[in-house]
């Protein structure tokens, strides 16, 4: 079974779109969803609402998983504006206002074809989003209450006679426009239902927009009951949760109600209908996720089965309020007779998040599911089922929010619209002579008795930016001159100063985003955004590169002189599968055999001379040899021809000649700093790289880690994937590539020198003069360290068996282990980097302090109350 996207949505504004690591063919994923790309919110802003809706329904098969090109985002936060996203850019797409006043809620009907707005006033306004649009098409009758929410009922099939008739008048048509009509007039919207705030729901005929039948809830004191969530199923059962904490069923028909129970201790806000329509879920403020299940009552020979729903299981997974639920397969209300089939072997996995910033996974199987076994995808346990699975949660670690400064010791984070910078001091050890920093004045206010500075951080620097988007990245240069912060739309550059007391004082660079400007085309549809994804500095802080925001550009610049300059714009990210203006670029038929082959093209020589050689800076590249790289980016833009991507991988050797770039169809080039100029491109792989690291002592040397916790290391001087590499990537431990979080950052064990050992069998031992110590390689996740050692060497016996250096493999029986060590005692952790030999910066923010920030969750004594 593949699984879809999951977008959520955050209280800042953000969404996450997350992929799902497993492959078409793979039942279970250690990983699950993985952030994959991050959508800025507009500052200040919040998501309330979340809606994926299909952009072309007639070109998805019954079975089909949409992928992200198929599908339209819409979200809303609270006022009155609804926001389509652009899930390729990043950025807003188009916004449409309600026309009523706040959005409470928001939903698809069935066919993809149109949205319902729940709206402050009182109103039902529908949208139509059929054919890749978004206009008003009409408007309910009001009422005297807010529609907290909404759902649809199951389409109807339209009367046979007038299908028939239309079939007629389009036999002349193509076959393709007829299938389209037949599925037009198949189906039609019949009603819909809301809930309010004035204790009561309301069915609702789409055909006149009136409302049909008004049903009751109860009422406590006299106080009104605000239904918060209703659902309806393929047979026309409505489902509703208000604040009194009941889950009651009504019959559309009668729109009478057929149970009721007192499922919740408050408010139910949220609520997911299992994909065969047989489960409903409901959560809210009191944390429990409550399980109702159509259960079977009777059954006799000559009449059918009778059932009813029953209240089976509840679990608490959340520590705070849930506010959002969503199952996989999603659940479509369709009539009986034409209920979808789902793979029965594989369990759904129910969705919950809340105000406790974790997102929670549960798998959600039924017990009636006995005919074969039931796989649990999130492989957390044997069991499947809802109330014995294990759940597991997903890291709210927001990649990038945090980086280091080796040589200045300095550690920056940043949040919505500031910048933090701290300094880390460095741990003194006892010395007879006081440090000529500290005054004699300073050293008797303190005490001549105290212990000397056992090391520690403080705040340097505060920052509030102007931003019109919330931060999507910044960094800061390794020596702590230079620091860059960037939204959505402008990156700002600032040249940083230290006082004598300690304290930095920034000094914006204000032609910076001029400058940048000036070296993005312009195009006819998006504005120009000098905004970036992706920052990183030189080591000796000379130059600066960038990968832009929404036109997928990588910018060189020069930080040395005077002026700044952008030194080389280079737009091989755009390259649409390798071809532009209808032409196969040179060198790129090798280069695209490479790719297909992905990990068997591991040879080098794909890409070797007859790739794409850049020439310097002065010199026009011989792409074309008759066009300038600016000419041809200008007419990609003009004629739309060129791919926008996410860059958001960058990764420079620590002897600054080597720059590597990946983006988000999976696609890494390598560009040579010295000379300014296109090296070469990597195969393509299964997955988009999550990280990128240069190894400091061998610094051609390069790692990328995937997201599935699977890493490939590649060779840029020589353009081959070395022995040594294959070995280490097959020889990882199942702790590693099992973990059930995904790898967000590596670092390489900063030894002084390279072995001579290592460069002379290439074998990967990379150890001292010596021989006694072992380089390693660090990765960290959110909930781990882990530690790899990089000396290729097999035990046996507790003996060591050093690899050959023509790489020949030992026999199977004689490799047992590689030195590895997991640590798990840091969570969730933001950053993780080497500031010296032997000295390793973690940065976390324990759950416990951001709960603390949190009003009081919900809580009811049960036993000594009086």
């Given at each position: 079974?593949?699984?879809?996207?999951?977008?959520?949505?955050?209280?800042?504004?953000?969404?996450?779109?997350?992929?799902?690591?497993?492959?078409?063919?793979?039942?279970?994923c250690?990983?699950?969803?993985?952030?994959?790309?991050?959508?800025?919110?507009?500052?200040?802003?919040?998501?309330?609402?979340?809606?994926?809706?299909?952009?072309?329904?007639?070109?998805?098969?019954?079975?089909?998983?949409?992928?992200?090109?198929?599908?339209?985002?819409?979200?809303?936060?609270?006022?009155?504006?609804?926001?389509?996203?652009?899930?390729?850019?990043?950025c807003?797409?188009?916004?449409?206002?309600?026309?009523?006043?706040?959005?409470?809620?928001?939903?698809?009907?069935?066919?993809?074809?149109?949205?319902?707005?729940?709206?402050?006033?009182?109103?039902?306004?529908?949208?139509?989003?059929?054919?890749?649009?978004?206009?008003?098409?009409?408007?309910?009758?009001?009422?005297?209450?807010?529609?907290?929410?909404?759902?649809?009922?199951?389409?109807?099939?339209?009367?046979?006679?007038?299908?028939?008739?239309?079939?007629?008048?389009?036999?002349?048509?193509?076959?393709?426009s007829?299938?389209?009509?037949?599925?037009?007039?198949?189906?039609t919207?019949?009603?819909?239902?809301?809930?309010?705030s004035?204790?009561?729901?309301?069915?609702?005929?789409?055909?006149?927009?009136r409302?049909?039948?008004?049903?009751?809830?109860?009422?406590?004191?006299?106080e009104?009951?605000?239904?918060?969530?209703?659902?309806?199923?393929?047979?026309?059962?409505?489902?509703?949760?208000?604040?009194?904490?009941?889950?009651?069923?009504?019959?559309?028909?009668?729109?009478?109600?057929?149970?009721?129970?007192?499922?919740?201790?408050?408010?139910?806000?949220?609520?997911?209908?299992?994909?065969?329509?047989?489960a409903?879920?409901?959560?809210?403020?009191?944390?429990?996720?409550?399980?109702?299940?159509?259960?079977?009552?009777?059954?006799?020979e000559?009449?059918?089965?009778?059932?009813?729903?029953?209240?089976?299981?509840?679990?608490r997974?959340?520590?705070h309020?849930?506010?959002?639920?969503?199952?996989?397969?999603?659940?479509?209300?369709?009539?009986?007779?034409?209920?979808?089939?789902?793979?029965?072997?594989?369990?759904?996995?129910?969705?919950?998040?809340?105000?406790?910033?974790?997102?929670?996974?549960?798998?959600?199987?039924?017990?009636?599911?006995?005919?074969?076994?039931?796989?649990?995808?999130?492989?957390?346990?044997?069991?499947?089922?809802?109330?014995?699975?294990?759940?597991?949660?997903?890291?709210?670690?927001?990649?990038?929010?945090?980086?280091a400064?080796k040589?200045?010791?300095?550690?920056?984070?940043?949040?919505?619209?500031?910048?933090?910078?701290?300094?880390?001091?460095?741990?003194?050890?006892?010395?007879?002579?006081?440090?000529?920093?500290?005054?004699?004045?300073?050293?008797?206010?303190?005490?001549?008795?105290?212990?000397?500075?056992?090391?520690?951080?403080?705040?340097?620097?505060?920052?509030?930016?102007n931003?019109?988007?919330?931060?999507?990245?910044?960094?800061?240069?390794?020596?702590?001159?230079w620091?860059?912060?960037?939204?959505?739309?402008?990156?700002?550059?600032?040249?940083?100063?230290?006082?004598?007391?300690?304290?930095?004082?920034?000094?914006?660079?204000?032609?910076?985003?001029?400058?940048?400007?000036?070296?993005?085309?312009?195009?006819?549809?998006?504005?120009?955004?000098?905004?970036?994804?992706?920052?990183?500095?030189?080591p000796?802080?000379?130059?600066?590169?960038?990968?832009?925001?929404?036109?997928?550009?990588?910018?060189?610049?020069?930080?040395?002189?005077?002026?700044?300059?952008?030194?080389?714009?280079f737009?091989?990210?755009?390259m649409?599968d390798?071809v532009?203006?209808?032409?196969?670029?040179?060198?790129?038929?090798?280069?695209?055999?490479?790719?297909?082959?992905?990990h068997?093209?591991?040879?080098?020589?794909?890409?070797?001379?007859?790739?794409?050689?850049?020439?310097?800076?002065?010199?026009?590249?011989?792409?074309?040899?008759?066009?300038?790289?600016?000419?041809?980016?200008?007419?990609?833009?003009?004629?739309?021809?060129?791919?926008?991507?996410?860059?958001?991988?960058?990764?420079?050797?620590?002897?600054?000649?080597?720059?590597?770039?990946?983006?988000?169809r999976?696609?890494?080039?390598?560009?040579?700093?010295?000379?300014?100029s296109h090296?070469?491109?990597?195969?393509?792989?299964?997955?988009?790289?999550?990280?990128?690291?240069?190894?400091?002592?061998?610094?051609?040397?390069?790692?990328?880690?995937?997201?599935d916790?699977?890493?490939?290391?590649?060779?840029?001087?020589?353009?081959?994937?070395?022995?040594?590499?294959?070995?280490?990537?097959?020889?990882?431990?199942?702790?590693?590539?099992?973990?059930?979080?995904?790898?967000?950052?590596?670092?390489?064990?900063?030894?002084p020198?390279?072995?001579?050992?290592?460069?002379?069998?290439?074998?990967?031992?990379?150890e001292d003069?010596?021989?006694?110590?072992?380089?390693?390689?660090?990765?960290?996740?959110?909930?781990?360290?882990?530690?790899?050692?990089?000396?290729?060497?097999?035990?046996?016996?507790?003996?060591?068996?050093?690899?050959?250096?023509?790489?020949?493999?030992?026999?199977?029986?004689?490799?047992?282990?590689?030195?590895?060590?997991?640590?798990?005692t840091?969570?969730?952790?933001?950053?993780?980097?080497?500031?010296?030999?032997d000295?390793?910066?973690?940065?976390?923010?324990?759950?416990?302090?951001?709960?603390?920030?949190l009003?009081?969750?919900?809580?009811?004594?049960?036993?000594?109350?009086?």
């Amino acid at each position: 079974m593949k699984f879809g996207l999951l977008a959520v949505g955050h209280a800042n504004g953000n969404i996450d779109i997350c992929e799902w690591m497993g492959g078409e063919r793979e039942q279970q994923c250690s990983q699950a969803w993985v952030v994959r790309k991050i959508l800025p919110g507009p500052y200040p802003s919040k998501v309330d609402s979340l809606a994926f809706v299909i952009r072309h329904p007639e070109d998805l098969g019954p079975d089909d998983v949409p992928e992200q090109s198929d599908l339209r985002l819409f979200s809303s936060g609270g006022g009155s504006e609804l926001i389509e996203w652009d899930l390729e850019r990043g950025c807003i797409r188009k916004t449409i206002s309600s026309q009523g006043g706040s959005i409470w809620s928001v939903a698809v009907n069935p066919s993809s074809t149109s949205l319902a707005l729940g709206c402050e006033d009182g109103t039902v306004r529908i949208l139509s989003v059929a054919n890749d649009t978004l206009t008003h098409s009409r408007r309910f009758d009001r009422v005297k209450c807010r529609m907290l929410s909404i759902a649809w009922g199951p389409p109807m099939p339209r009367h046979p006679a007038a299908s028939s008739q239309k079939t007629a008048q389009t036999q002349t048509a193509t076959e393709e426009s007829s299938d389209d009509d037949g599925e037009e007039d198949e189906w039609t919207d019949s009603w819909l239902v809301t809930g309010g705030s004035d204790s009561s729901l309301r069915k609702w005929d789409v055909a006149t927009g009136r409302v049909v039948e008004r049903m009751g809830v109860d009422k406590l004191r006299g106080e009104r009951t605000l239904v918060w969530t209703v659902g309806a199923l393929g047979d026309g059962t409505i489902i509703s949760g208000d604040s009194l904490g009941m889950v009651k069923f009504w019959d559309s028909r009668t729109c009478t109600q057929l149970y009721s129970f007192q499922a919740h201790g408050a408010d139910v806000l949220c609520m997911a209908i299992s994909p065969e329509g047989k489960a409903v879920y409901t959560s809210g403020v009191d944390q429990k996720t409550v399980q109702f299940s159509l259960v079977k009552t009777s059954s006799t020979e000559k009449g059918p089965a009778s059932s009813r729903w029953t209240q089976t299981t509840s679990r608490r997974m959340h520590s705070h309020d849930v506010r959002a639920l969503a199952i996989w397969p999603p659940y479509t209300p369709l009539p009986p007779a034409h209920k979808r089939a789902f793979p029965i072997d594989v369990a759904p996995v129910l969705a919950s998040g809340g105000l406790d910033m974790s997102v929670v996974l549960t798998p959600a199987a039924l017990p009636t599911s006995t005919v074969v076994k039931v796989m649990n995808p999130l492989d957390t346990s044997v069991e499947a089922t809802f109330e014995d699975s294990y759940h597991r949660k997903l890291a709210y670690v927001s990649r990038g929010a945090v980086r280091a400064a080796k040589t200045a010791r300095l550690v920056s984070c940043a949040r919505e619209a500031g910048l933090s910078i701290w300094c880390i001091r460095k741990k003194l050890v006892e010395q007879e002579e006081p440090q000529p920093q500290v005054s004699p004045e300073a050293i008797d206010l303190d005490g001549v008795d105290e212990q000397p500075f056992a090391g520690g951080w403080e705040k340097v620097l505060e920052m509030d930016l102007n931003v019109h988007s919330n931060i999507v990245a910044h960094e800061i240069s390794d020596d702590g001159r230079w620091l860059v912060v960037s939204d959505l739309y402008e990156s700002k550059l600032f040249s940083l100063h230290t006082d004598d007391k300690g304290l930095i004082n920034p000094k914006r660079i204000k032609d910076f985003s001029a400058i940048l400007q000036s070296q993005i085309p312009t195009s006819n549809t998006h504005p120009v955004s000098t905004g970036g994804l992706t920052f990183r500095f030189t080591p000796d802080s000379s130059k600066l590169v960038m990968s832009t925001a929404m036109s997928s550009y990588i910018l060189i610049v020069d930080l040395t002189s005077e002026k700044l300059r952008v030194l080389r714009r280079f737009d091989h990210h755009r390259m649409q599968d390798s071809v532009v203006h209808d032409r196969v670029m040179k060198g790129r038929v090798a280069s695209r055999k490479g790719e297909l082959n992905g990990h068997a093209a591991v040879n080098g020589n794909a890409q070797g001379d007859e790739d794409v050689e850049m020439g310097d800076v002065d010199s026009p590249p011989p792409v074309d040899h008759s066009e300038d790289e600016g000419e041809q980016s200008e007419r990609e833009d003009v004629k739309s021809t060129a791919a926008v991507v996410s860059i958001d991988q960058i990764a420079i050797s620590t002897d600054g000649q080597w720059l590597a770039t990946s983006d988000s169809r999976a696609r890494t080039h390598v560009f040579n700093l010295d000379s300014i100029s296109h090296h070469t491109v990597l195969p393509s792989f299964h997955r988009p790289a999550q990280v990128l690291a240069f190894d400091p002592v061998h610094p051609s040397v390069l790692l990328l880690a995937f997201p599935d916790n699977t890493i490939q290391i590649y060779d840029v001087e020589t353009r081959q994937f070395p022995a040594w590499g294959k070995e280490l990537a097959s020889s990882l431990p199942k702790r590693f590539t099992n973990a059930h979080d995904t790898v967000l950052g590596a670092a390489f064990d900063p030894l002084p020198s390279p072995s001579p050992l290592w460069l002379a069998t290439g074998s990967g031992i990379a150890e001292d003069q010596d021989q006694t110590r072992t380089r390693y390689v660090l990765f960290w996740g959110a909930t781990w360290l882990y530690k790899v050692s990089l000396d290729t060497r097999v035990r046996t016996g507790g003996k060591k068996r050093r690899r050959d250096a023509a790489g020949l493999g030992l026999p199977d029986e004689g490799r047992q282990w590689r030195d590895s060590k997991m640590v798990t005692t840091y969570r969730p952790i933001l950053c993780c980097d080497f500031l010296a030999k032997d000295e390793l910066v973690v940065v976390e923010r324990p759950l416990v302090d951001v709960l603390l920030t949190l009003p009081p969750a919900y809580f009811k004594h049960k036993y000594g109350a009086s």
